[in-house]
């Protein structure tokens, strides 16, 4: 088995947890100061045997899956197994695909979303969406925060833009970089601040989640550690789920993982569990690489 360990860099490291099995000796796993979830914390979200199909291709089945207030939960699993697809679920984007249906229920904040005075424009909104390759408009970094709030009328002034402008950008780290050249074109800041404009854009209309598909998966390992740090300082304020193929990432910045394959959602805890002490042989198999 090759060797894998599973390191945290900032923020620091305090605990370390060696695995048991004799096979997965080498595999240390050192998690970071977040609390373990304990029983009774607020959930926010509510899966209950959802199961999801595009057209004749079932592509979720019968998952059911708490996400509680203010935690990163990772999403792992090999490609193809559904965590797009329930990402998706949850800001209900899923619904315009032609031939989608599915099945059970999500509830968030103890709301049906399916429920037929539910407006998907603006349960959408309550989900900051970061996707995969930074995506910023086509138009300037100040542009770029400024529309959003201004097509859902949330400011109502210059004053009040620019103020919502420099408090964004000062949420993903970015203010300082670019104050000097709000006006200049998204398109010139590097890939790594890029993904940090999507994130102060997303945090610009104010939503209480964020969900993130591999929003790493384009940078550089520097770039990426940026963003893993401010997941880490938006947990304070928002519920993040993030999907990851690095197993290292979601050791770094998630409390929770859930691991999917082939549609089901085998196993969801606490990531020391599902990497150190993974109840089923699939899940087993994976975060110790066998396969991916
Ligand atoms: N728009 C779509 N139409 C048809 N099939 C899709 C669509 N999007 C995803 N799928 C299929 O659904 C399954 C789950 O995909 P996805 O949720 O993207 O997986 P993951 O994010 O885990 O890689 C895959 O078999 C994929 O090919
Ligand atoms: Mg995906």
Same mark, same amino acid.
């Given at each position: 088995?090759?060797?894998?360990?599973?390191?945290?860099?900032?923020?620091?490291?305090?605990?370390?947890?060696?695995?048991?099995? +004799?096979?997965?000796?080498?595999?240390?796993?050192?998690? *970071?100061?977040?609390? &373990?979830? +304990?029983? *009774?914390?607020?959930?926010?979200?509510?899966?209950?045997?959802? +199961?999801?199909?595009?057209? &004749?291709?079932? @592509?979720?089945?019968?998952? +059911?899956?708490?996400?509680? @207030?203010?935690?990163? !939960? @990772?999403?792992? *699993?090999?490609?193809?197994?559904?965590?797009?697809?329930?990402?998706?679920?949850?800001?209900?984007?899923?619904?315009?695909?032609?031939?989608?249906?599915?099945?059970?229920?999500?509830?968030?904040? *103890?709301?049906?979303?399916?429920?037929?005075? !539910?407006?998907?424009?603006?349960?959408r909104r309550r989900f900051g969406w970061i996707?995969?390759?930074?995506?910023?408009?086509?138009?300037?970094?100040?542009?770029?925060?400024?529309?959003?709030?201004?097509i859902h009328g949330l400011v109502a002034s210059r004053a009040e833009t620019d103020a919502l402008v420099e408090h964004s950008l000062s949420a993903v780290g970015l203010w300082k970089e670019v104050r000097d050249r709000l006006d200049d074109s998204a398109s010139a800041l590097s890939i790594g601040q890029q993904q940090r404009l999507c994130i102060a854009r997303a945090l610009a209309i104010s939503p209480d989640f964020l969900l993130m598909d591999e929003p790493c998966s384009a940078?550089?390992?520097? &770039?990426?550690? !940026?963003?893993?740090?401010?997941?880490?300082?938006?947990?304070?304020?928002?519920?993040?789920?993030?999907?990851?193929?690095?197993?290292q990432q979601a050791a770094r910045i998630a409390q929770r993982a859930a691991f999917f394959h082939l549609g089901e959602l085998l196993e969801v805890g606490d990531v020391r569990d599902i990497f150190v002490t993974p109840k089923t042989r699939r899940c087993e198999d994976f975060v110790s690489g066998r396969y991916g």
């Open positions: 088995m090759a060797t894998q360990a599973l390191t945290l860099s900032p923020p620091a490291a305090v605990a370390t947890v060696a695995a048991k099995a +004799s096979h997965r000796a080498d595999h240390a796993l050192r998690l *970071g100061p977040h609390p &373990a979830h +304990s029983p *009774g914390q607020r959930i926010r979200v509510a899966v209950e045997r959802l +199961s999801f199909w595009y057209g &004749a291709k079932q @592509a979720l089945k019968e998952v +059911s899956l708490d996400i509680y @207030a203010n935690e990163v !939960v @990772a999403f792992i *699993g090999p490609s193809g197994c559904g965590k797009t697809t329930l990402l998706r679920c949850l800001n209900r984007t899923n619904d315009i695909v032609p031939g989608a249906r599915w099945e059970g229920q999500i509830r968030v904040d *103890g709301t049906d979303i399916h429920a037929t005075d !539910v407006d998907p424009p603006l349960l996707a995969q390759r930074p995506n910023p408009f086509a138009m300037s970094i100040r542009g770029n925060i400024a529309y959003g709030p201004r940078l550089d390992p520097v &770039a990426t550690a !940026v963003i893993e740090n401010l997941i880490d300082d938006l947990k304070a304020r928002y519920t993040i789920v993030v999907i990851t193929h690095n197993l």
